[in-house]
């Protein structure tokens, strides 16, 4: 099974130090987009690739958050000078769209989800 | 601009019982409109979507919902609870951009 998969699982880190997570697409998709997740609350849009092309970020994504997807395969999200706010589920999702505007038909395939806690 | 309500972040049912999750849009353009499950420390798997080609949408494992404009729901179904039901529910709305969430609900199934 090639799905989507996230490294790593699980993080924990220590206030004002950097993370940086991964995700791996399913290898034909060309969308990938960035999702956090906290406690009893559904998933919350941070960033969106066409490609390699980062095309829309949520105002949720402060200055301290930076994606990347340098070859359109797979991205990866860091987060500097970590707070303990930003202690929540990190979950990646990509989907396969040829036209149209992201996320209006396609079906985004997510993956396990990074979760990160900030002591 | 687009919302979600889901309205009761917990259900209790008894296994074999119907199942029924609520959930209320409001989108400015013709939504899509998507149920997805999440399971304990795993991903969200898509359930179902509605993309206007009917109004009556059937899903993975027996869940089927239903598209109705004049009341803005969509609301999920399946007849009969199995213990494996149990999960956290989330719909979801896109019409532009970005896909919108619910809060969830978390489905209880009991033996």
């Known amino acids: 099974d090639t799905g989507v998969s996230q490294d790593p699982r699980h993080k924990i880190t220590k206030r004002g130090q950097n993370v940086t997570f991964r995700c791996d697409p399913i290898?034909?998709?060309?969308?990938l987009y960035w999702y956090r997740q906290t406690l009893g609350q559904g998933p919350e849009f941070l960033t969106y690739?066409?490609?390699?092309?980062?095309?829309?970020k949520s105002r949720l994504l402060s200055d301290r958050f930076s994606a990347e997807r340098p070859k359109g395969s797979f991205s990866t999200l860091e987060i500097q000078r970590t707070e303990q706010g930003d202690s929540a589920m990190y979950l990646c999702?990509?989907?396969?769209?040829?036209?149209?505007?992201?996320?209006?038909?396609?079906?985004?395939?997510f993956g396990p989800g990074t979760r990160l806690l900030v002591l | 601009a687009q919302s979600v309500t889901q309205l009761g972040s917990h259900v209790s049912v008894s296994e074999g019982a119907l199942v029924l999750l609520r959930c209320n849009y409001s989108?400015?353009?013709?939504?899509?409109l998507f149920w997805y499950v999440q399971y304990p420390n795993q991903g969200l798997q898509l359930l179902l979507k509605?993309?206007?080609?009917?109004?009556l949408v059937k899903g993975i494992n027996g869940f089927e919902a239903e598209f109705k404009k004049s009341e803005t729901s969509f609301h999920l179904t399946k007849p009969s609870a199995h213990m494996s039901d149990a999960a956290e529910y989330f719909c979801?709305?896109?019409?532009?951009?970005?896909?919108?969430f619910g809060a969830g609900t978390r489905l209880f199934v009991k033996a």
């Open positions: 989108s400015s353009v013709p939504p899509y």
């Open positions: 999702a990509s989907s396969l769209r040829d036209t149209g505007p992201p996320g209006a038909q396609e079906t985004q395939y």
């Open positions: 290898s034909e998709h060309n969308r």
């Open positions: 690739f066409q490609n390699e092309a980062q095309l829309e």
């Open positions: 979801a709305v896109s019409g532009g951009f970005k896909t919108i």
């Open positions: 509605y993309t206007s080609a009917a109004t």
